[in-house]
């Protein structure tokens, strides 16, 4: 299977440099997020890998070859850059059926595809009567047509429906499972999460962090749970007893910085302690992410020089 | 790559959209009727009479532009159609060329329809006036003529893909053939006879009278043609899709 790579790869428009000196590999079988704040060049990346913009220095391709010198490209990548990419007045089964034409795939293929993202009965009816949603699984559908190795999607998620959420959730973990690259664009930490092996964070053209995602979080992410008891003073005892420190809030629950669910839950079931819940607190994660990327975002914030 | 699935992936745009295939219907009513009226009233007794049987091609050239630009500016025009087309085909200039043999087979046939069509409504309409004319030269301007609005087609083909715009392609080609061509025509002379859309209309006369024979005026029009589209590549090849 093919790997995406990009070395030393450089993006200027102008004056302003989109994707500064970015080199990283992206392997088969696993998901791999590709985080960034907007206009951290993550878009910039991908078109930059299919060869529809050309670096300003530095090199994009698939395993090792430029894009443009694919004989079949849509065999090796399928990617989503682009909800506004089929036009209007053409069907969605027409839409695919040009690009199937081009690599000679059968209307066959063509249908499996409208079946598989849950198109099939809007097939027939004029793109300009789709929905955001129903767009994003006609790009979806076009990146899956040539049952391609490399699956390259920029913000699948959007305008999905939380029913299309765990579609694409469980597709894309599908995909990494049949041994395909996959790498996956969104600017959220938490719907990266969901999915993703592995992070390649970008801020200002520049990679930050590319880390398994279990590494981010552990390196990154102070741990914290959130505890609900019916016994609060047996709670901080035993708590307090193991060194934990903890905070109650005013509508009943704890939060215990620090600890994960797996210490606090063995503690209180040892010490008798009845738990009426025990969760994970996530939004340490986006804290991380948001940590990771603050300096850079707010360097794009401030005008561009002309 | 290979030609043939990108040139048929590339007919399939064409066939799949409804306005572009209005474009040709408009190309075929308009050639045909304004040829069978424009010969029911000659006016000039003296004017060429092949020119008269066929003038409806003058307006019909304002469809084949019409199409040649639209064809290429879908590719632009919501989103980026042009990037996912480049995706699936990224030898730039192996897609502009099958697109522009598209255009121009699309037409060509059309137009070998109107063409003939058009000269029999106009025969009618001329009577006695149009007893002159030998079949070399009717075949010529039905043959001609065809070729003629293929250029036309393919010209504007050309400019919308360096313009990346139908708007501004038919902004510039719209008031050229209606107005600059009709008005400025007397006052410039032989210079408006080398216009593109004036130049191949040449091969519509019986007896041309201006410096350019029916085969080297659809020869300049070829010209223009071939340096609209060298434009177009050129930008495509050289600029970020």
Redesign the interface.
Known sequence: MTSIDVRDLTKEYGARRAVDDLTFTVPPGRVTGFLGPNGAGKSTTM?LV?????PTAGSAGLGGRP??S?????RI?G?L???????????GR?HL???A????IPDRRVDEVLEETGLAPAARRRVRTYSLGMRQRLGIA?ALLGDPEVVMLDEPSNGLDPEGIVWIRVLLRRLADEGRTVLVSSHLMHETAAFADHLVVLGRGRLLADTPMREFIDARVRPAVRVRTSDPDALENALARHGHRAVRHPDGHWTVSGARVDDIGRLASAEGVPLLELTADEGTLEQAYLDLTAADTEFTAQPQEA | ?PFT??F??EW??IR????LLATLFVLFTVTTAFSALASLDPGDPGADPLFTALSGTALGQVAAVTFGALAVS?EY?????A??S??????RGLWFAAKAAAIAAVVLVVALVTMPAALVAGLAGLGDAADGLTTADQVRGVVGGAVHLTLMALFAAGLAMLLRSGTATLSVLIPLILIVSFVAGDAFGAVADFMPDRAGQTVLRAEPDGTLGPWTGLAVSGCWTAAALLAGAWRLRRQ??
């Not at chain 1, 034409?101 to 000679?104: D, K």
């Open positions: 078109r299919l060869g529809l913009d050309r894009y443009a694919l004989r079949e490209p849509l990548v990617a850059l682009d909800t506004g990419a089929a036009l209007g007045s053409r069907t027409d059926r040009v690009l034409a081009t690599h000679r076009a | 790559m699935p990108v048929r992936s399939l745009k799949t959209v409804r306005p879908a025009r919501e989103g980026a159609a990037r996912l480049l995706t699936a085909v990224p030898r970020d899709a």
